[in-house]
């Protein structure tokens, strides 16, 4: 007589794939006291024995930024304060779209480990990965909000508009994860096609160059959807308005996005844990 080991819950293979999908995904995020608890052991663990800790993000930030402004400003046709904002939040956005696509294709990967001996729901794992990102683009505000503090900046209350947008990107770290996630799981190479496809969108987007500079260019341009991430981000804070088209654009990728979420988990959900 033998005896097989019992599958863990999580990896399932009875029932509806798309039902199992949806708990996975529904229990996932209830267990916020997990996936955040897990998110501040990564970085406890990454800056250990480190005197300041996360404030080495906030410093290689503003140290970037201050560079950036020095050496692109005087080639650039805008006020000085104008343009050290438009760096800065541009960059800030950026770094964040930057961290979640990269990290997104290691979602499953670097916690093989806890996908294999834990019967966790696999949501567990992209919140935890867009929750870590999340605390470092906290630490990265403050550099953010000091400048508008020393420009005196003027603030409206479109300016408010800042905290739905980056929301809206946190949504969009979890379908990024889900998708990447199990792409890269299966295939390993694709995290190295994704870091240079990023390599390129770099400087395809407005972050140290404006639209206008671009002329006829940014007709085409603008079909980067990372632009449309940016201005959205950008605009309500450094030009009073909000920027209707571009929020056509994120809304429309977000939509897709998640359906697609949805629909990877649901053919990979099973399979993901013997990729690994």
Known sequence: MSTALPRPRSYSTSGYPLRATLKDMREGAVRWRLWSSLAWEDLRQRYRRSFIGLLWSTISFAFFIAVKVLIFNPLIDAGENYFTLYVALGFFAWTFISAIVTDGCNVYVVSEAWVKGARLPLTVFVMQMVARNCVIACYNLIVIVALMVWLRWPISWMTLAFVPVFFLFCLNGVWVG???????????????????????????????????????????????????????????????????????????????????????????????????
Request: no cysteine; proline share 5%; charged share 10%.
């Open 178 to 276: 889900f998708v990447l996630g199990a792409i890269s799981a299966r295939h390993r190479d694709f995290l190295h096609l994704v870091q240079t496809i990023m390599r390129v969108m770099f400087f395809l987007t407005p972050i140290f160059w404006l639209p206008n500079q671009m002329g006829g260019l940014w007709e085409y341009l603008q079909y980067n959807p990372f632009a449309h991430y940016i201005i959205l981000l950008r605009d309500p804070v450094l030009e009073g308005s909000f920027p209707v088209a571009s929020a056509l654009v994120v809304g429309a990728v977000t939509v897709v996005g998640s359906l697609l979420a949805v629909a990877t988990m649901a053919m990979t959900r099973k399979r993901i844990v013997f990729w690994l």
